[in-house]
T-cell receptor
C-alpha cells in the first residue's frame, strides 16, 4: 500500500532564503509525482508534475526532483517570498495511468517578511 | 479553457440531513475523481469515473455516499444521511489521456455537518 510522507510538517523561514521541502513514498512503482500548493480556504494548484521517467522539472523559482529508486522527491524554492506562504502537498499516482493520487499530509510553509 | 468547477463552495447542514455536491469537469475530460480531506488528515481518494462508469470506488467510506455521473459529463456526490464525521473539504478532479493524465483539481466544497 502506497504511503506518502512529507517532512517537515511546518516550516518558517525568512524572506529571501532558499528552502527544500521533502517527500518520500513507499512504493517506487509510480506513474508520476505531482507537487501542489494549497492556500487557506482555496483549492489545489498544481505546481510541477514529474513523470516516472523524468528526474526533475523546473518552473520559475521552483525545482522538483524525483529519485524513484529511493522513493524520494524534493521541492526546491529559490529566493523565497511572503507570497510563497501556503501548504505544499506531494502526491503520487499509481502505475496504471488512471490510478488514483495518493497525497501526503503537506508542509505548511510560512515566509517571514 | 475553463477549469474544474464545484458547487456549492460551502455547505452547512445538520446531522441526518442530505447534501448533494456537484462537480463539472474540464470539457472533454473522460476521467473524473472525487477526493476528500477531513480535519487533520491527508486528502484521500473516494472514487473514479471513466465517462459514466465507476472505475474504482474503493475509497467510498460507506453506503451513505452515492456518486453519479449520468451522461458522462458532470458528477454529483450525495451524502444521505450526513454524519458529523463527514465534515471536510470535498475535491473533484478531472483528467484526459492526451494531457498525460495530469489531474486538474477544482476549488473544493467545504462541508460542515453540525
Amino acid at each position: 500500500k502506497q504511503e506518502v510522507t512529507q517532512i517537515p510538517a511546518a516550516l518558517s523561514v525568512p524572506e529571501g532564503e532558499n528552502l527544500v521541502l521533502n517527500c518520500s513514498f513507499t512504493d517506487s512503482a509510480i506513474y508520476n509525482l505531482q507537487w501542489f500548493r494549497q492556500d487557506p480556504g482555496k483549492g489545489l494548484t498544481s505546481l510541477l508534475l514529474i513523470q516516472s521517467s523524468q528526474r526533475e522539472q523546473t518552473s520559475g523559482r521552483l525545482n522538483a526532483s524525483l529519485d524513484k529508486s529511493s522513493g524520494r522527491s524534493t521541492l526546491y524554492i529559490a529566493a523565497s517570498q511572503p507570497g510563497d506562504s501556503a501548504t505544499y502537498l506531494c502526491a503520487v499516482k499509481g502505475w496504471n495511468r488512471d490510478d488514483k493520487i495518493i497525497f501526503g499530509k503537506g508542509t505548511r510553509l510560512h515566509i517571514l517578511p | 479553457e475553463a477549469g474544474v468547477t464545484q458547487f456549492p463552495s460551502h455547505s452547512v447542514i445538520e446531522k441526518g440531513q442530505t447534501v448533494t455536491l456537484r462537480c463539472d469537469p474540464i470539457s472533454g475530460h473522460d476521467n473524473l475523481y472525487w477526493y476528500r480531506r477531513v480535519m487533520g488528515k491527508e486528502i484521500k481518494f473516494l472514487l473514479h469515473f471513466v465517462k459514466e462508469s465507476k472505475q474504482d470506488e474503493s475509497g467510498m467510506p460507506n453506503n451513505r455516499f452515492l456518486a453519479e455521473r449520468t451522461g458522462g459529463t458532470y458528477s454529483t456526490l450525495k451524502v444521505q444521511p450526513a454524519e458529523l464525521e463527514d465534515s471536510g473539504v470535498y475535491f473533484c478532479a478531472s483528467s484526459q489521456e492526451n494531457r498525460g493524465h495530469e489531474q486538474f483539481f477544482g476549488p473544493g466544497t467545504r462541508l460542515t455537518v453540525l
